[in-house]
């Protein structure tokens, strides 16, 4: 058994029987293995987990299609995990069938609903409860679970598996380490070609051809290369060049395909001749993240360390205002998830965490920063992940 899945046990429910994974992401972080066509259409009923819970005869039995069948059996090693095919409407055929022009009569096609049928037992003198992801799968397909389980209870299990993706196996720090550092190198590549005249697509460019050299590592599309104004809003690459005196501001990440972890992280410098008053809103952001980071170690409430980068930001600007400062990371689509950095987070720091610490402050009409890095909570404190690219560059790059 992974050891993803050993950890998202512990924080199973006590009274829920089975465990019905949905989502490609999730299918991913138990078995280790990205169900293809599950995974590009992203729908639930493509493929599928079942999971036997709190009880002697827990099991882990893998659903997918008999067209990619063969595939997964080659990738899933473990023996603890039982994969069954469902029948689809691909219609391959036996080589005898096409040589010899014969139809071969075959038993009844298994739908992936009447093979969760066979899986999960019900009964008369028990309610079972069968945790499901409410957040990823359609009504249409609730709707049906409903119809074929009339007397089963069902529980939203969505902020569950989050919360298990939140603390971080050696394995996935490691995918981590690697991911950011893909990052880190191309973004380090885009602060050496800032020059004036240079553009947002063109910085872009540097960024993604950086990126692409490593195999199975793709841009996250969502990555921002904004100068001057658009620096203080969200929006695409676009044609703006780079004019002396503006900020240009980087936020973006990477993602591991058909592993769904990604990163996110940011930088953001004065380029050619410099404001006092930018000068100064930088380095206070700066010390802000610091400050919070410092203070990051096993046991700290979160709210506390909201509460230390918020304060000392407002104590120069009390006027700032902001929601949260940084968040969860794990396997994507999202580039965050819970636990948010905020003042009202009660949950306190776990080794194994990998946050991104960020301290953000924009100017309408004139641009603004994010001091954002990614951090992994160790023992005695917080490891800065994101550390190759520095936030203040030399020259006329601050």
């Given at each position: ?11 199973i429910?006590?009274?829920i029987?089975?465990v019905?994974i949905?989502s ?11 169900s ?9 009923g ?5 999971m036997?819970?709190?009880s002697k005869?827990?099991?882990t039995?893998l659903?997918?299609m008999?067209?990619?069948?063969n ?12 994969v069954?095919a469902y029948?689809?409407w691909?219609g391959v055929?036996?080589e005898e069938e096409?040589?010899?022009?014969r ?5 009844d096609?298994k739908?992936?609903?009447k093979?969760?049928v ?9 309610k079972?409860?069968v ?7 359609s009504?249409?397909?609730f709707?049906q679970?409903?119809s074929i389980f009339p007397n089963i209870?069902?529980v939203?299990?969505?902020n ?6 939140s603390?971080?196996?050696?394995e996935e ?10 990052q ?13 005249d240079?553009?947002e ?8 051809k ?5 195999y199975?590592?793709s ?8 100068i ?5 809003i969200l929006g695409?690459?676009s ?6 005196g503006e900020?240009?501001?980087y936020?973006?990440g990477?993602?591991?395909n058909?592993?769904?972890?990604t ?8 380029v050619?001749?410099k404001?006092q ?13 610091r400050l ?11 709210k506390e360390?909201f ?6 930001v407002?104590e ?13 990371i ?7 998830e819970?636990p948010l ?9 776990e080794?194994?965490?990998v ?11 004139l641009?603004?920063?994010n001091?954002?890095?990614m ?7 917080a490891?800065?992940l994101s550390n190759i690219?520095p936030?203040?560059g ?5």
């Amino acid at each position: 058994m992974r050891n993803t899945e050993k950890q998202f046990r512990k924080y199973i429910s006590k009274d829920i029987d089975y465990v019905i994974i949905s989502s490609p992401e999730n299918f991913y972080y138990i078995s280790g293995y990205a169900s293809h066509q599950h995974t590009v259409s992203r729908m639930a009923g493509m493929a599928a987990i079942v999971m036997r819970c709190n009880s002697k005869e827990e099991f882990t039995k893998l659903l997918v299609m008999d067209y990619e069948y063969n595939n997964v059996i080659k990738y899933v090693k473990d023996k603890d995990y039982e994969v069954i095919a469902y029948d689809t409407w691909v219609g391959v055929k036996d080589e005898e069938e096409i040589s010899k022009n014969r139809f071969i009569k075959k038993n009844d096609k298994k739908t992936i609903f009447k093979l969760l049928v066979d899986i999960i037992e019900t009964s008369k003198n028990k309610k079972i409860k069968v945790g499901i992801e409410k957040d990823f799968i359609s009504s249409n397909f609730f709707t049906q679970l409903e119809s074929i389980f009339p007397n089963i209870e069902f529980v939203d299990i969505s902020n569950q598996l989050i919360y298990s993706r939140s603390v971080k196996t050696e394995e996935e720090i490691l995918i981590f380490k690697e991911l950011i550092k893909i990052q880190d190198k191309a973004l380090l590549k885009v602060m050496n070609s800032l020059r004036v005249d240079i553009s947002e697509k063109e910085l872009a460019d540097i960024y993604i051809k950086e990126v692409v050299k490593n195999y199975g590592v793709s841009p996250s599309v969502w990555s921002m290369f904004a100068i001057g104004e658009n620096a203080s809003i969200l929006g695409l690459p676009s044609e703006k060049k780079l004019k002396d005196g503006e900020v240009f501001k980087y936020d973006g990440g990477v993602n591991k395909n058909f592993s769904f972890y990604t990163t996110d992280f940011a930088r953001s410098w004065i380029v050619g001749k410099k404001d006092q008053m930018l000068i100064e809103l930088k380095i206070r952001l700066f010390e802000a993240q610091r400050l919070m980071i410092e203070n990051m170690k096993p046991g700290v409430k979160i709210k506390e360390i909201f509460n230390i980068g918020y304060n000392y930001v407002k104590e120069k600007y009390p006027q700032y205002e902001r929601g949260h400062l940084g968040h969860s990371i794990s396997l994507g689509p999202s580039t965050w998830e819970a636990p948010l950095i905020t003042k009202a987070e009660e949950r306190v720091l776990e080794k194994g965490m990998v946050l991104c610490v960020e301290v953000p402050l924009y100017i309408k009409g004139l641009g603004g920063f994010n001091i954002e890095d990614m951090v992994l909570i160790k023992e005695n404190g917080a490891e800065i992940l994101s550390n190759i690219t520095p936030h203040f560059g030399e020259g006329d790059i601050f």
